[in-house]
C-alpha cells in the first residue's frame, strides 16, 4: 500500500525583506501564518504642482510614483486586492493596524468592513510637531489616523491591556496618542542627506502598537516596509518580521537599519499582563487542596473584620454568609469586592493575602500546560 505525501507548506521568510509587489509576496505565502499585519499603504495624496514654503523654499512632499494612482476606482482597486491577500495570512486570531490621512482613511475603512474586517478601534496619532500649513488656506493637518481590526468579528485578537496602562503611567491607555513625528537622529538620510523615506514613521508609534498587540515570538507583517520602522521595533520586542519593499533605495535603508538593531535583554520582553487572560482559580480549589482548612479564619485588609473557611469555599461571619467577594461587599457596605486581596489568612504571626494561594496554584497550571506531552 502506498501512502500520498503530502506538500509541506513553505518556509516562512522570518526576519527578512521580500522584494517585488506587495499582492504578489503576499499570495506566495502560507495562508493563517501571521499574528499581526501593520500597513502604511499609500495615502494617494492626489498632490497639484509643487509646495513652497513663504521663504519660497520648496517643501518635501509625498510626490513619488508609488503614491500616485490614475483615479479614486483604481485605488479603491488596489486597495481590495491588497487587504484580501493581508486577511488570508491572518491567524484566526490574528489583527491588522492600518494608518492612513484624511485622503485614504476613510476608503481603508470602508474596505475593511467590505471584507469581513472586524473594527476594533481608530486611533488618532496626534503630532506634537506638525508640518504648518504653509498656503494658510486649511487647518494644519496635525494627526493621522490609525485603524486597529482583527480578522472577523469574535475573533480573540491579542491586546495588552495592562501593559499599555503600565506605559501610560497607570491610566487606561486612551484613543488619542501624542507623538512627535520623526526628526533628529532618528529620520534616516540617503547619501545626499536628504530623507530617505518621506512617509518614514516614529517608532514610538510602533513600540505602542507592537506591545499592545502582540507577545514575543509572534510574526509581525508590514506589506509597506519602507524603511523599515516596523521590522525594527519588532526585531528589538522580540518578534519575528516580514517585511515586503518593491523600491530597491528603501531595502536598502531597511537593511542597513536592521543590522544596527539589538534585541532587548530577554526578561526585559515581557509585558504585564491582562489579568482576564489569566486562567480562572475558584477559592473552592484552594480549600479542596488543603492550602487553607475549614474553620480556619480569614481576616479583612486592616483587621477590622474575619470569616471562617467553610468545607464548600464560601465564607460564615457575624450575620453573613456566601463567596469571598459577597462577604466581603457586605461587611463593606460596598456594591462589590475583590475578596482575593480583601481576605488575609494568619502564617508564623504575619497576615498573608489569599491572592498568594491563587497565584501558586496559577503557577502550576502554567507549568504543567508548557510541559512536553
Same mark, same amino acid.
Not at 42 to 65: F, I, M, T
Not at 219 to 225: I, T
Not at 298 to 315: I, M, P, Y
Not at 338 to 343: A, E, H, I, S
Given at each position: 500500500m502506498t501512502t500520498k505525501k503530502t506538500a509541506e507548506a513553505p518556509a516562512l521568510p522570518l526576519n527578512q525583506i521580500l522584494s517585488g509587489d506587495c499582492i504578489e509576496a503576499m499570495e506566495s505565502l502560507p495562508a493563517? @501564518?501571521?499574528?499581526?499585519?501593520?500597513?502604511?499603504?499609500?495615502?494617494?495624496?492626489?498632490?497639484? +504642482?509643487? !509646495?513652497?514654503?513663504?521663504?519660497? @523654499?520648496?517643501?518635501?512632499?509625498?510626490?513619488?510614483?508609488?503614491?500616485q494612482f490614475s483615479s479614486f476606482a483604481s485605488y479603491d482597486e488596489f486597495t481590495r486586492?491588497?487587504?484580501a491577500a493581508a486577511r488570508r495570512l491572518l491567524k484566526p486570531n490574528g489583527a491588522i493596524w492600518v494608518i492612513g490621512s484624511y485622503h485614504n482613511v476613510f476608503r481603508l475603512g470602508a474596505e475593511l468592513q467590505n471584507q469581513g474586517y472586524w473594527i476594533l478601534n481608530d486611533v488618532v496619532?496626534?503630532? @506634537?510637531?506638525? =508640518?504648518?500649513? &504653509?498656503? +494658510?488656506?486649511?487647518?494644519?493637518?496635525?494627526?493621522?489616523?490609525?485603524?486597529?481590526?482583527?480578522?472577523?468579528?469574535?475573533?480573540?485578537?491579542? &491586546?495588552?491591556? #495592562?501593559?499599555? *496602562?503600565?506605559?501610560n503611567d497607570g491610566v487606561q491607555m486612551r484613543s488619542?496618542?501624542?507623538?512627535?513625528?520623526?526628526?533628529g537622529h532618528e529620520r534616516l538620510k540617503d547619501d545626499q542627506g536628504d530623507k530617505a523615506h518621506p512617509t518614514q514613521k516614529p517608532e514610538a508609534l510602533l513600540h505602542r502598537v507592537i506591545v499592545a498587540t502582540t507577545?514575543?515570538?509572534?510574526?509581525?507583517?508590514?506589506?509597506?516596509? +519602507?524603511?523599515?520602522?516596523?521590522?525594527?521595533?519588532? *526585531? =528589538?520586542l522580540g518578534r519575528d518580521f516580514i517585511g515586503i519593499e518593491r523600491e530597491e533605495s528603501y531595502r536598502k535603508a531597511a537593511t542597513e537599519r536592521l543590522a544596527r538593531i539589538r534585541k532587548y535583554d530577554a526578561s526585559a520582553l515581557e509585558v504585564t499582563g491582562s489579568k482576564r487572560a489569566e486562567p480562572r482559580v475558584p477559592f473552592g480549589q484552594v480549600v #479542596?487542596?488543603? =492550602?487553607?482548612?475549614?474553620g #480556619? #479564619? !480569614?481576616? @479583612?485588609?486592616?483587621?477590622? &473584620?474575619?470569616?471562617?473557611?467553610?468545607?464548600?469555599?464560601?465564607?460564615? +461571619?457575624?450575620?453573613v454568609k456566601g463567596s469571598i467577594h459577597q462577604v466581603g461587599a457586605a461587611y463593606e457596605g460596598a456594591p462589590s469586592c475583590?475578596?482575593?486581596?480583601?481576605?488575609h489568612f494568619r502564617r508564623d504571626g504575619k497576615m498573608i493575602p489569599i491572592d498568594i494561594l491563587r497565584q501558586q496554584i496559577r503557577a502550576e497550571m502554567e507549568a504543567e500546560a508548557a510541559r512536553p506531552n
Open positions: 493563517g @501564518s501571521v499574528d499581526l499585519i501593520f500597513a502604511d499603504p499609500p495615502y494617494n495624496l492626489q498632490l497639484k +504642482g509643487e !509646495l513652497h514654503r513663504p521663504d519660497n @523654499s520648496r517643501v518635501d512632499a509625498v510626490d513619488d510614483h508609488w503614491d486586492r491588497w487587504l496619532w496626534r503630532k @506634537s510637531n506638525p =508640518m504648518p500649513n &504653509f498656503r +494658510g488656506k486649511r487647518l494644519t493637518n496635525a494627526h493621522e489616523t490609525l485603524i486597529w481590526a482583527s480578522r472577523g468579528e469574535g475573533a480573540k485578537y491579542t &491586546f495588552n491591556y #495592562e501593559a499599555l *496602562k503600565a506605559l488619542d496618542w501624542v507623538i512627535p513625528i520623526c526628526t507577545n514575543p515570538g509572534d510574526v509581525v507583517l508590514d506589506p509597506f516596509f +519602507g524603511t523599515g520602522t516596523t521590522g525594527a521595533v519588532a *526585531k =528589538m #479542596e487542596r488543603g =492550602m487553607l482548612r475549614p #480556619e #479564619e !480569614l481576616f @479583612s485588609v486592616g483587621n477590622r &473584620f474575619k470569616a471562617k473557611v467553610r468545607a464548600d469555599g464560601t465564607l460564615i +461571619g457575624n450575620d475583590n475578596g482575593w486581596t480583601y481576605w
